[in-house]
């Protein structure tokens, strides 16, 4: 392996994980499973990562943040992943969605306003893209801001949308110009409290279940002129680049999954008794465990690889990025399916966690765009119609 991607963690690397580690493992695994069955958001928790600055690697220390960069965003979050699917929501929520799209866009004002109070969690942020027609194909997007004086009103609904129902400020996707398609999107930095904002919470999800996720609708919010995101009509290249941001955040957190079903695995393994001996020592369980460390070594591998090119000023690998979110969740979806293999009946009930780990690996392969979307822009980059990193 060539140094452009050497992976060996620095000293200050290694710190980060175990006190995150010991965090993930002291202070959210005892309630994680009560959590999740009461559907109960952690919002201490979110303050108490927000006074160890988890939220703030890769935001400068002006702001807030504390500057370590994006391999140790990934660090923190695949820890927090490996614990709690729904807490690792957050890293996008408070990062990189939120905070470093205003840092990245934003005017100084909004920058020196928001990204201070998202870093230490005294505000809760979401960002609205998906609507109930407008998925994958963003630009078919219904939501509209239109220019009245010293505002923009917007008007529309968005769903599937992580913390809806809590977050107190929104970056908002929205059509300035639907007749110009890609370049009639702007972005808004929208207050979740402001007239005309309204939320209805989704009431049923296969997993994830402590994290709050809903509709935002919009009926002639007044948003000051001065909050938009870049400038109007830029909105879809901020897009685009946002989610090469938070599709770090999800294949990282795809990791944490997969590392959360291979602890939970070789515990069992070598716990569990059958005709005389631990299952560890039959051949056939040996074999399911070592595909899943496979798929799990590769996965943090191309996780960390698409990191580091980032922290050497890569930012926008989309290819690497893309390519790591792909295999990731791809193997958050596998590995805890293996999983259920080793403990077998017991995987299928909740006593143990791997019912629940199952359940959250399934998000991966949806959120941040689909799967299909990935093998899209993978296969159009490697035959040349496309190419993902401009």
């Known amino acids: 392996m060539s140094d452009q991607y ?23 695994a005892p309630f994680v499973e009560q959590d999740e069955n009461d559907h109960r958001f952690q919002r201490e928790l979110v303050d108490k990562m927000a006074e160890l600055n988890l ?8 702001y807030g943040g504390n500057g370590m960069g994006y391999l140790a965003h990934a660090i923190v979050t695949e820890e927090i992943g490996r614990v709690s699917g729904s807490l690792r929501i957050s890293l996008n929520m408070q990062t990189m969605g939120t905070s470093l799209s205003i840092l990245k866009w934003g005017s100084d004002e909004l920058k020196k306003k928001y990204i201070p109070e998202l870093m230490s969690a005294r505000l809760l942020g979401c960002f609205a893209i998906t609507e109930p027609n407008s998925g994958s194909d963003t630009v078919s997007m219904a939501t509209t801001a239109v220019r009245d004086g010293d505002s923009y009103i917007l008007n529309g609904q968005k769903n599937w949308i992580s913390w809806a129902p809590v977050a107190d400020i929104g970056i908002i996707f929205a059509m300035t110009d639907k007749a110009a398609k890609h370049k009639g999107m ?6 979740m409290h402001s007239p005309g904002v309204s939320t209805i919470a989704t009431k049923a999800k296969l997993g994830i279940w402590a994290c709050p996720t809903g509709e935002i609708i919009m009926e002639d919010v007044k948003v000051p002129a001065g909050d938009i995101i870049g400038q109007e009509g830029k909105g879809f ?3 685009m680049e946002e989610l090469v941001s ?11 999954t997969c590392q959360a079903a291979l602890d939970a695995s070789i515990k069992y393994a070598c716990e569990r008794n059958q005709f005389g001996r631990p299952i560890a020592q039959f051949q056939m369980v040996q074999e399911v465990i070592a595909r899943m460390v496979a798929e799990t070594e590769a996965a943090r591998a191309l996780v960390w690889r698409c990191a580091i090119q980032k922290d050497r000023g890569l930012i926008n690998n989309n290819r690497e990025t893309v390519l790591a979110k792909f295999y990731a969740s791809r193997a958050a979806d596998e590995v805890p399916n293996l999983g259920l293999e080793v403990l077998s009946a017991y995987g299928y009930s909740n006593e143990y966690p791997i019912a629940r780990i199952l359940r959250d690996g399934k998000v991966y392969k949806i959120l941040e765009g689909a799967t299909n979307i990935m093998k899209m822009i993978l296969a159009t980059d490697a035959l040349g119609i496309k190419k993902a990193n401009k």
Not at 7 to 28: C, Q, T
Not at 55 to 62: A, T
Not at 186 to 191: H, R
Not at 246 to 256: D, K, W
């Open 186 to 191: 702007s972005a808004f930095l929208m207050d």
């Open 237 to 239: 290249g901020h897009l």
């Open 55 to 62: 939220f703030g690697c890769p935001i400068p220390e002006e």
């Open 246 to 256: 938070t599709r770090l955040t999800a294949a990282s957190g795809a990791v944490g």
């Open 6 to 28: 050497d992976v060996e963690l620095s000293e200050d690397h290694i710190i980060l994980r175990d006190m995150v580690r010991k965090f993930a493992d002291n202070e959210i």
